[in-house]
C-alpha cells in the first residue's frame, strides 16, 4: 500500500471525523437522540484512524526533513544525525501502516456494545456445575480487572455447588469486542471432588456471549409479550423470597422464554428482563449474520460454533489450551483467577491477520 494511497484514505477519514464532529453540535441532530447516539458513537470509533494519521504525516515529515538535511548539510556531525533520525523514522513506518491498514478495514459494529455472558453445565453431572462455577468466577475475576460491571440476572445452582446455569449483564468500554473469543464448549480435566480412586475425568461447559441490543436496535411490541410473576428462590432476604417480584417473559412469536429475579422490585426485575429479551431477540438476526459470514471464512475466532470444543483446562498439568489456535499456558492457576489478557490477545491477533489476509485478497 502506498504512502499516496494511505493519505488519500485518511484523508477521507479525516473530513468524514470533522463533518460528524460539527453534526454533533446541531442542535437539530441533538434533538433527534438516535441518530446522536450513532454519531457519537461513530466519532469515537474513528478518533484511533485520526491520532494514526496525524502521526503518520508527522513521520513522512520527518522523513522528508532529514532526507533533505542529508542532500543540504556539509556538516558531517549534522548529516550523521539526519542519518539516525532517517532510520528510526523509516523503520517505524512499516508497523504504522500495517496498524492502519488494520484500522481501515470494516470493524464489526457489535463490538463496542455491552454484553450478556451465558454459562451452562455440560457433560459431567455435578462436576460439570462445579466447573460453571469455576468458570463464572474466572470471569467475574476478569471483569473486576477491567473495571467493567457484572450483573446477575438468573442462574440456577447445582446440587453440590457451582452452577446448572447462569446469566449475567456485562457492561463497560467495548466488552462485546474482548468477551465475543470465549464462546464455545469449554472443558475440564481433572480429579472430582467424589472421586474416590482418583481418577481424572472430563467435564464440560457452554459459555455464550450475545452483544445486548440497545433500545433502538430491536422493538418489542407489548402484545406479543406474556408476563409472569412468581416469588424468587435462592438467597436474597424475607422481602424477596415472599413477594411476587421475580418475572417470567415469553416472547410469543418465538417462543423465548427470559427471567429475572435478583432484585426486589418487581419492575426492576421486568425491566432487566425486557433488555435481556430484547437482546435474544436481536441475537438471533445477529446470528444469522455472523453464519453467512463465518461460511466465507476459513476461520473465525470469534464467532465459530457454539457447540464446539475451543478451550480446555487440564489441572494435573497445569494446563490451559486454546484449540482455535493451538495456543497453551502452563499458567492454569492465574487464568482461573482472571488472567485471560494473554490468550484474548493471541486470539486477536488470529483473527486481525486473518482479516489483512482476506482484505488483501
Given at each position: 500500500?502506498?504512502?499516496n494511497?494511505?493519505?488519500?484514505?485518511?484523508?477521507?477519514?479525516?473530513?468524514?471525523f470533522?463533518?460528524?464532529g460539527?453534526?454533533?453540535?446541531?442542535?437539530?441532530v441533538?434533538?433527534?437522540?438516535?441518530?446522536?447516539?450513532?454519531?457519537?458513537?461513530?466519532?469515537?470509533?474513528?478518533?484511533?484512524l485520526?491520532?494514526?494519521?496525524?502521526?503518520?504525516?508527522?513521520?513522512?515529515a520527518?522523513?522528508?526533513?532529514?532526507?533533505?538535511?542529508?542532500?543540504?548539510?556539509?556538516?558531517?556531525?549534522?548529516?550523521?544525525?539526519?542519518?539516525?533520525?532517517?532510520?528510526?523514522?523509516?523503520?517505524?513506518?512499516g508497523?504504522?501502516?500495517?496498524?492502519?491498514?488494520?484500522?481501515?478495514?470494516?470493524?464489526d459494529?457489535?463490538?463496542?456494545?455491552?454484553?450478556?455472558?451465558?454459562i451452562?453445565?455440560?457433560?459431567?453431572?455435578?462436576?460439570?456445575?462445579?466447573f460453571?462455577?469455576?468458570?463464572?468466577r474466572m470471569?467475574?475475576?476478569?471483569?473486576?480487572?477491567?473495571?467493567?460491571?457484572?450483573?446477575v440476572?438468573?442462574?440456577?445452582?447445582?446440587?453440590?455447588?457451582?452452577y446448572?446455569?447462569?446469566?449475567?449483564?456485562?457492561?463497560?468500554?467495548?466488552?462485546?469486542?474482548?468477551l465475543?473469543y470465549?464462546?464455545?464448549?469449554?472443558?475440564?480435566?481433572?480429579?472430582?471432588?467424589?472421586?474416590?480412586?482418583?481418577?481424572i475425568?472430563?467435564?464440560?461447559?457452554?459459555?455464550?456471549?450475545?452483544?445486548?441490543?440497545?433500545?433502538f436496535?430491536?422493538?418489542?411490541?407489548?402484545?406479543?409479550?406474556?408476563?409472569d410473576?412468581?416469588?424468587?428462590?435462592?438467597?436474597?432476604?424475607?422481602?424477596?423470597?415472599?413477594?411476587?417480584?421475580?418475572?417470567?417473559?415469553?416472547?410469543l412469536?418465538?417462543g423465548?422464554?427470559?427471567?429475572?429475579?435478583?432484585?426486589k422490585?418487581?419492575?426492576?426485575?421486568?425491566?432487566?428482563?425486557?433488555?435481556?429479551?430484547?437482546?435474544?431477540?436481536?441475537?438471533?438476526?445477529?446470528?444469522?449474520?455472523?453464519?453467512?459470514?463465518?461460511?466465507?471464512?476459513?476461520?473465525?475466532?470469534?464467532?465459530?460454533?457454539?457447540?464446539?470444543?475451543?478451550?480446555?483446562?487440564?489441572y494435573?498439568q497445569?494446563?490451559?489450551?486454546d484449540?482455535?489456535?493451538?495456543?497453551?499456558l502452563?499458567?492454569?492457576?492465574?487464568?482461573?483467577?482472571?488472567?485471560?489478557?494473554e490468550?484474548?490477545a493471541?486470539?486477536?491477533?488470529?483473527?486481525?491477520?486473518?482479516?489483512?489476509?482476506?482484505?488483501?485478497?
Amino acid at each position: 500500500m502506498s504512502d499516496n494511497f494511505i493519505l488519500e484514505k485518511l484523508e477521507g477519514v479525516r473530513l468524514r471525523f470533522e463533518e460528524v464532529g460539527q453534526m454533533l453540535t446541531d442542535p437539530e441532530v441533538i434533538s433527534d437522540m438516535k441518530r446522536f447516539v450513532k454519531l457519537n458513537k461513530e466519532y469515537r470509533e474513528l478518533q484511533p484512524l485520526i491520532d494514526a494519521y496525524k502521526e503518520y504525516k508527522s513521520v513522512l515529515a520527518g522523513i522528508e526533513s532529514a532526507k533533505e538535511m542529508l542532500e543540504k548539510e556539509s556538516d558531517e556531525e549534522l548529516r550523521e544525525m539526519a542519518r539516525e533520525e532517517l532510520n528510526n523514522l523509516t523503520a517505524k513506518t512499516g508497523p504504522l501502516e500495517d496498524k492502519i491498514r488494520l484500522l481501515l478495514l470494516p470493524t464489526d459494529p457489535e463490538d463496542s456494545k455491552n454484553a450478556i455472558l451465558e454459562i451452562r453445565a455440560g457433560t459431567g453431572g455435578d462436576e460439570a456445575s462445579l466447573f460453571a462455577g469455576d468458570l463464572f468466577r474466572m470471569y467475574a475475576k476478569f471483569i473486576e480487572k477491567k473495571g467493567w460491571k457484572l450483573e446477575v440476572t438468573s442462574f440456577s445452582e447445582g446440587t453440590v455447588g457451582g452452577y446448572k446455569e447462569i446469566v449475567a449483564k456485562v457492561s463497560g468500554d467495548g466488552v462485546y469486542g474482548i468477551l465475543k473469543y470465549e464462546s464455545g464448549v469449554h472443558r475440564v480435566q481433572r480429579v472430582p471432588q467424589t472421586e474416590t480412586q482418583g481418577r481424572i475425568h472430563t467435564s464440560a461447559a457452554t459459555v455464550a456471549v450475545l452483544p445486548e441490543a440497545e433500545e433502538f436496535d430491536v422493538v418489542v411490541k407489548p402484545e406479543e409479550i406474556r408476563k409472569d410473576t412468581y416469588c424468587s428462590s435462592g438467597p436474597g432476604g424475607q422481602s424477596v423470597n415472599t413477594t411476587y417480584s421475580a418475572v417470567r417473559l415469553t416472547h410469543l412469536p418465538t417462543g423465548i422464554v427470559v427471567t429475572c429475579q435478583d432484585e426486589k422490585s418487581q419492575i426492576k426485575n421486568y425491566e432487566k428482563a425486557l433488555n435481556e429479551l430484547r437482546t435474544r431477540l436481536y441475537n438471533l438476526e445477529y446470528q444469522k449474520r455472523m453464519d453467512e459470514i463465518a461460511s466465507r471464512r476459513r476461520t473465525m475466532v470469534s464467532t465459530g460454533d457454539r457447540s464446539a470444543k475451543i478451550r480446555t483446562y487440564n489441572y494435573p498439568q497445569g494446563r490451559v489450551t486454546d484449540h482455535r489456535i493451538n495456543f497453551t499456558l502452563y499458567n492454569l492457576q492465574a487464568v482461573l483467577n482472571g488472567d485471560l489478557d494473554e490468550i484474548i490477545a493471541q486470539l486477536q491477533m488470529a483473527e486481525n491477520s486473518e482479516r489483512l489476509k482476506m482484505a488483501s485478497v
